[in-house]
């Protein structure tokens, strides 16, 4: 039969309710309060929840609102209460609960209601990836979350200064609208044609490393911000570069202001959210369970330990196809790091389209090979040019070209 929560503060409530529905062949766990709540449903997703709303910790209609912006509202949701409204009741249902019972709750109406609830699926979906809403404990991404809405309700085109371990893939997922359209520019080598663009109406579009982009594909983005507007399309940019750099570059002086006229600065990093890191792994975790791409799986302390301490160079991406690397590698229940530790994650690797025209694929590959090279060295120009057997002057000609930017002020040893 299924396992069934129930979330109530009044002890005698859970425990005649569980009486009820353990005798129709129910499993059944209780939780006093949310916390509880909480901790049983991140654990292992009940098939349905009875939930109060008034508790001392958190109400009842505001753990649902956690659970459906977190992409957790994966089971049927009924609430209970003694003292409850209309509006209280149609508020409940907006967010996804399917059912409202009130208080003393008779019980053919209880089992009603499990039966209904039990039949069909939660009326909110399980989003496609997760969003920066999955994550209300941590402080600097709650006020980027903020920022990203704010700058939304002022244009459709965000521009994102980043740096390396950058969150802007989820910060994008944050700002697409539910059961809308998801189109990543990174990873489209084409021509980007009006028919893909008018296709994705009223979608989010993401390109992840602007300063990468080929003059060809310059081109294409400026004719897909003329193209915002008309197709209902928000876009988020992300950008290791800054608006003189780019121009430095050869990039022409209207797109880039038109790019630039909307920045957001200061976005944290992974290495700015390191104490967040087991908590955002762990719910990174459940939603890969939730969405049925890996079992049920948990971490054992010393791989969030690990998880904790590594540099997320790659960034949200990197990170992500780690975890789901490491649960579906494992075959316990619990994940523990194989011999010789974290392994490489796809994101590391960056695989170069053999579809691409070979000039720009040798120029990806260039990219790659110097970004490495780079981050080794630590920006210093005079050792990079020892180790790559290039003369510094064309070496600085080559890392422009590229959309590679380093101080002078790292040319010394």
Same mark, same amino acid.
């Given at each position: 039969?299924?396992?069934?929560?129930?979330?109530?503060?009044?002890?005698?409530?859970?425990?005649?309710?569980?009486?009820?529905?353990?005798?129709?062949?129910?499993?059944?766990?209780?939780?006093?309060?949310?916390?509880?709540?909480?901790?049983?449903?991140?654990?292992?997703?009940?098939?349905?929840?009875?939930?109060?709303?008034?508790?001392?910790?958190?109400?009842?209609?505001?753990?649902?609102?956690?659970?459906?912006?977190?992409?957790?509202?994966?089971?049927?949701?009924?609430?209970?209460?003694?003292?409850?409204?209309?509006?209280?009741?149609v508020e409940a249902t907006r967010i996804g609960a399917i059912d409202y019972l009130e208080k003393p709750i008779a019980l053919q109406k209880l089992l009603s209601a499990?039966?209904?609830?039990?039949?069909?699926?939660?009326?909110?979906?399980?989003?496609?990836?997760?969003?920066?809403?999955?994550?209300?404990?941590?402080?600097?991404?709650?006020?980027?979350?903020?920022?990203?809405?704010?700058?939304?309700?002022?244009?459709?085109?965000?521009?994102?200064?980043?740096?390396?371990?950058?969150?802007?893939?989820l910060a994008a997922r944050s700002l697409q609208a539910p059961g809308k359209p998801w189109l990543d520019l990174g990873t489209f080598d084409g021509v980007y044609e009006?028919?893909?663009?008018?296709?994705?109406?009223?979608?989010?579009?993401?390109?992840?490393?602007?300063?990468?982009?080929?003059?060809?594909?310059?081109?294409? $983005?400026?004719?897909? /911000? +003329?193209?915002? #507007?008309?197709?209902?399309? &928000?876009?988020?940019? %992300?950008?290791? @570069?800054?608006?003189?750099?780019?121009?430095?570059?050869?990039?022409?002086?209207?797109?880039?202001?038109?790019?630039?006229?909307?920045?957001?600065?200061?976005?944290?990093?992974?290495?700015?959210?390191?104490?967040?890191?087991?908590?955002?792994?762990?719910?990174? $975790?459940?939603?890969? /369970? +939730?969405?049925? #791409?890996?079992?049920?799986? &948990?971490?054992?302390? %010393?791989?969030? @330990?690990?998880?904790?301490?590594?540099?997320?160079?790659?960034?949200?991406?990197?990170?992500?196809?780690?975890?789901?690397?490491?649960?579906?590698?494992?075959?316990?229940?619990?994940?523990?790091?194989?011999?010789?530790?974290?392994?490489?994650?796809?994101?590391?690797?960056?695989?170069?389209?053999?579809?691409?025209?070979?000039?720009?694929? &040798?120029?990806?590959?260039?990219?790659?090979?110097?970004?490495?090279?780079?981050?080794?060295?630590?920006?210093?120009?005079?050792?990079?040019?020892?180790?790559?057997?290039?003369?510094?002057?064309?070496?600085?000609?080559?890392?422009?070209?590229?959309?590679?930017?380093?101080?002078?002020?790292?040319?010394?040893?």
């Amino acid at each position: 039969m299924a396992k069934i929560l129930i979330v109530d503060d009044e002890i005698g409530i859970r425990e005649l309710l569980s009486e009820i529905l353990r005798d129709e062949g129910h499993d059944v766990i209780q939780a006093e309060d949310a916390a509880a709540a909480r901790a049983v449903r991140n654990a292992s997703c009940p098939d349905m929840v009875l939930l109060d709303i008034w508790m001392p910790d958190t109400d009842g209609i505001t753990l649902l609102k956690e659970w459906a912006a977190a992409g957790q509202l994966t089971m049927p949701v009924v609430m209970m209460s003694g003292h409850g409204t209309i509006d209280t009741a149609v508020e409940a249902t907006r967010i996804g609960a399917i059912d409202y019972l009130e208080k003393p709750i008779a019980l053919q109406k209880l089992l009603s209601a499990v039966r209904r609830g039990l039949q069909r699926q939660p009326s909110v979906p399980v989003p496609m990836a997760l969003t920066l809403a999955a994550f209300p404990d941590s402080a600097p991404l709650r006020e980027l979350h903020r920022r990203l809405r704010q700058a939304a309700g002022q244009s459709r085109l965000i521009l994102l200064q980043t740096g390396q371990g950058h969150l802007a893939e989820l910060a994008a997922r944050s700002l697409q609208a539910p059961g809308k359209p998801w189109l990543d520019l990174g990873t489209f080598d084409g021509v980007y044609e009006p028919t893909r663009l008018a296709a994705s109406q009223g979608g989010q579009l993401y390109l992840p490393a602007l300063e990468r982009l080929s003059r060809s594909r310059q081109k294409n $983005l400026a004719a897909i /911000v +003329d193209r915002l #507007e008309r197709y209902d399309l &928000r876009l988020l940019v %992300a950008c290791n @570069s800054n608006r003189e750099e780019l121009l430095a570059a050869g990039w022409e002086p209207a797109l880039v202001e038109r790019l630039f006229s909307h920045t957001l600065t200061g976005a944290p990093t992974l290495a700015d959210i390191r104490d967040d890191l087991p908590e955002l792994a762990c719910r990174v $975790l459940r939603h890969l /369970v +939730d969405t049925k #791409e890996v079992p049920m799986r &948990r971490f054992s302390p %010393a791989t969030l @330990s690990q998880l904790r301490r590594r540099d997320w160079h790659g960034g949200y991406g990197e990170l992500y196809a780690t975890i789901r690397s490491l649960a579906q590698a494992s075959t316990e229940e619990e994940i523990n790091l194989p011999e010789g530790g974290l392994p490489v994650s796809d994101s590391q690797i960056s695989p170069i389209s053999f579809d691409l025209p070979l000039r720009e694929a &040798r120029e990806a590959f260039e990219r790659m090979y110097f970004e490495h090279h780079l981050r080794l060295e630590r920006g210093n120009i005079t050792r990079l040019a020892q180790k790559t057997g290039l003369e510094r002057t064309h070496l600085y000609r080559k890392l422009r070209q590229l959309g590679l930017h380093c101080g002078r002020q790292h040319e010394e040893s």
